[in-house]
């Protein structure tokens, strides 16, 4: 096989430059967000959107219907379809499966956005709008869903459409910094818990009742108080037993980092992190658990005075997984520690701490290249509880064209990070294919994925899509 | 003056049963929800309906208009009016002055009423509905408005209207159980407080930045756990000495009073009160302070799963204040301790303990009893920021005429109790009129007010009007 022209490519990717912004504004004006219900036809309406320009690019396309969703209300309403696409079908080449996701966050004006999320508005280099970096950026397509379904789906075509895969190439997270790419090689799981506390059968007046029984809020504050140190420590006993221990080796590699301590600091918007150095804070982020309070559900939480004792509250807060931690296993030192702590308590209300009550919903979705040296496989959609944490060998054959790609394009070594957030179906990719998973991200650590104004900067996305033609190229030569 | 012909009186009202009910039943069917400024028409529906039926009685009314209310979102509505209403003007009478309110909590349907909350039903003995014994069950009139206002209204009117205040009657508390009636004499004041915690300027997502940063919603939960020991003690220094020493008289009337411990937990569906001891409940509720910790604002609260670290976070708390209590005192108090928490905690966020931040909206209205033999003031409208206890003598002509009322009507001696939650109006009549103050409550303690599927039963209907007719008549014999 001889030697791709990767300046030609790179120049033709120049050109359709305008083409890829009008093509990332016709996605971000369909609000795909797969939170809310009624947003439903809007994914559907994204998908038929993605299958189109898939077809139109050759690729054969199946619409897999992955069942109902149940809705906390009691009623269900379908799920999106799953978007299955080929492209190519060479027996002797080998193939790449691409994926990323098209459903997004809910947003609106209201929410502090200086821009209308779902229109896309260019502003000093950057694209603003909802999906513009979180996940609707590739080239040709992408295709939203829901959550629910996928691995069933994934799980039915393990020796059909998933048989022959060799890799597997996902775009759904960021770098570690504005300016420098990195390719990712590991993912921090997640396990995530309620804790309820009910006491009197309806609210109460506090005026009337106050100072004669045992709030169920005065004794959720203080459980949800003894879950973290003030210096930010898991008090869970024997949940540090469980971290893969640092090697050397792994701690050289912080060092080397692309990452401005003060700069994070800064973009936090606090003047003391908890950890005191560079190293410190990457492997808080990426090789040690962590533990944040999201909230409380069934307490009083609008604005002004109310002066009611509320009769259930229901703690909400999740634990990142690092290897070697598995969920099962913090599961149930998390339940011991919580009827410790409740047994300490002494209070006569109820106490029912869950671990994964819920679905906790993610979203993928196919990207497809239109290369023509491997045969690619494309499509999108998932549905997870809680999930361990996904750690790759970033040394081998699919990490290799990843760099040689990022070399390419940017001229540099790519970082080699780890993720601080959770990609479950990542682990599921590895799982039914058996072959090497890579994480690419093309948007910058400031985008603000899920947060009010995301964007991505036009060269992030110019140049994103010539990282990802030349890993395809590179992939093919492996 | 002859005695009056009690009898013939009780008779009338007997005879009146059905036309109350369904004075009742009107009253209810006006949703005059304060909170909901889309309801304000309704108020003022209800300001009218009132105002008809006590000029109907002969009554002399003017409507005060007491100004714009400040809505949260910035925008202004006008405050309801105030109905102020003369019955006689004898100057050689004593003049009572009358006061409840029409104004109600908002309800739904989905909140959990068995029946139509704006539909007045009858069964088993019991009316239920929105405003039901809260405050609409009086005779002839009752008002409502917001809340905001009065006071000013009423100190313009210090020495015209409130000139020749004799005594002030208010019906908005309730019995201490279900069958025995009671005079209250003490009232719980309030300071409420907000405690805001700010770190990040918008939302982050857990997984990318948790471990890196002092989280504030970890930082609140630990302030809100140290406010009270876990056996309900208020854990603020120096609070316990502003609360008056409790006298052995004091502790006897406690003794006296008919309340069932057992029944009380029940009732509140615990297996263990704070206090062991049925006189101890009582003081927990009457005589000594309370805190609760009632929601926080800004952190997720939705059901299901999500797992942002919210940026900025508030939580609510109020204690409810005693004689010797002072709000000022306790506020500093309060405010002094949350400091000393947060340097202890040594958290990089910024910390803002704010006292009585928003106005609690309180509400009142007239009503009215045709009686002849006492000049009867009537009106209604208040708001009011934190405010001190109220205590008042029971041995004086007041309550002795209110409890010869009661005797006449129940057989018993009442009750003299004290009141957990907060009237701040009471203490603003008895300052402006300098004339004692009594609260003569009519509905039984398992109402429900403020609550879902409130309710007042026919018997205390009926037996109510009687009582607040026989209070007039003894009044004026006083």
Redesign the interface.
């Known amino acids: 096989m001889s030697e791709p022209n990767f300046d030609a490519i790179f120049s033709a990717i120049e050109t359709k430059k305008p083409h890829l912004i009008s093509l990332l504004a016709e996605a971000v004006a369909i609000p795909s967000v797969s939170a809310e219900p009624e947003r439903r036809p809007d994914i559907v309406r994204m998908v038929e959107w993605v299958k189109k320009h898939l077809e139109q690019l050759g690729a054969t396309c199946e619409l897999a219907q992955p069942g109902d969703q149940q809705l906390?209300a009691g009623s269900t309403i379908p799920l999106p379809p799953i978007l299955l696409g080929k492209l190519g079908c060479d027996p002797k080449k080998k193939t790449l499966l691409v994926y990323a996701h098209l459903d997004v966050q809910p947003a609106s004006r209201e929410d502090?956005w200086h821009t209308e999320p779902f229109t896309l508005t260019e502003k000093d280099g950057k694209l603003f709008g909802r999906g513009s970096t979180d996940d609707k950026f590739c080239l040709e397509g992408m295709e939203e869903s829901g959550s629910e379904g996928l691995e069933e789906t994934l799980k039915a075509r393990k020796d059909s459409f998933l048989s022959d895969v060799s890799f597997t190439c996902i775009s759904d997270n960021?770098w570690l910094g504005t300016t420098k790419p990195c390719l990712t090689y590991g993912l921090?799981g997640?396990c995530?818990f309620?804790v309820e506390v009910a006491?009197?059968?309806?609210?109460?007046?506090?005026?009337?009742?106050?100072?004669?029984?045992?709030?169920p809020?005065?004794d959720l504050?203080?459980v949800?108080?003894?879950?973290?140190s003030?210096?930010?420590q898991i008090m869970i006993p024997g949940l540090a037993d469980h971290v893969a221990p640092l090697t050397e080796t792994e701690r050289e590699m912080y060092a080397k980092m692309d990452f401005d301590h003060d700069e994070?600091a800064k973009h936090?918007?606090?003047?003391?992190?908890?950890?005191a150095t560079k190293e410190e804070?990457l492997m808080?982020?990426m090789r040690?658990?962590?533990?944040?309070?999201?909230?409380?559900?069934g307490?009083?939480?609008?604005?002004?005075?109310?002066?009611?004792?509320?009769c259930k509250v229901t703690g909400?807060f999740?634990i990142?997984l690092v290897p070697d931690m598995k969920p099962k296993v913090i599961d149930e030192l998390v339940v011991k520690h919580l009827n410790e702590l409740w047994a300490q308590?002494?209070?006569?209300?109820r106490f029912n701490p869950i671990s994964d009550?819920?679905?906790?919903t993610a979203s993928t979705t196919p990207t497809c290249f239109s290369a023509k040296h491997l045969k690619i496989q494309l499509f999108g959609a998932t549905a997870f509880h809680s999930g361990p944490a996904w750690l790759a060998d970033p040394h081998g054959p699919n990490f290799q064209a990843g760099a040689r790609a990022i070399k390419r394009v940017y001229g540099v070594e790519p970082d080699y990070t780890r993720?601080?957030?959770?990609i479950p179906v990542t682990l599921t990719f590895q799982e039914l294919t058996g072959a090497p998973v890579m994480l690419l991200p093309i948007g910058a650590n400031d985008d603000?994925?899920?947060?009010?104004n995301e964007k991505i900067n036009v060269t992030n996305l110019v140049k994103g899509t010539k990282t990802l033609a030349a890993y395809i190229l590179e992939l093919a030569k492996a």
């Open positions: 906390s502090g960021y921090r997640i995530y309620t006491g009197p059968t309806q609210d109460l007046h506090s005026g009337i009742y106050g100072g004669t029984l045992y709030e809020m005065s504050v203080w949800l108080s003894q879950l973290l003030k210096d930010g994070y936090i918007n606090t003047t003391k992190l908890l950890k804070t808080a982020r040690y658990p962590s533990l944040s309070v999201h909230g409380i559900e307490a009083f939480h609008g604005a002004g005075a109310k002066t009611v004792i509320p909400k999740s990142r308590r002494g209070s006569p209300n009550p819920v679905l906790i993720e601080g957030g959770s603000m994925a899920h947060s009010q």
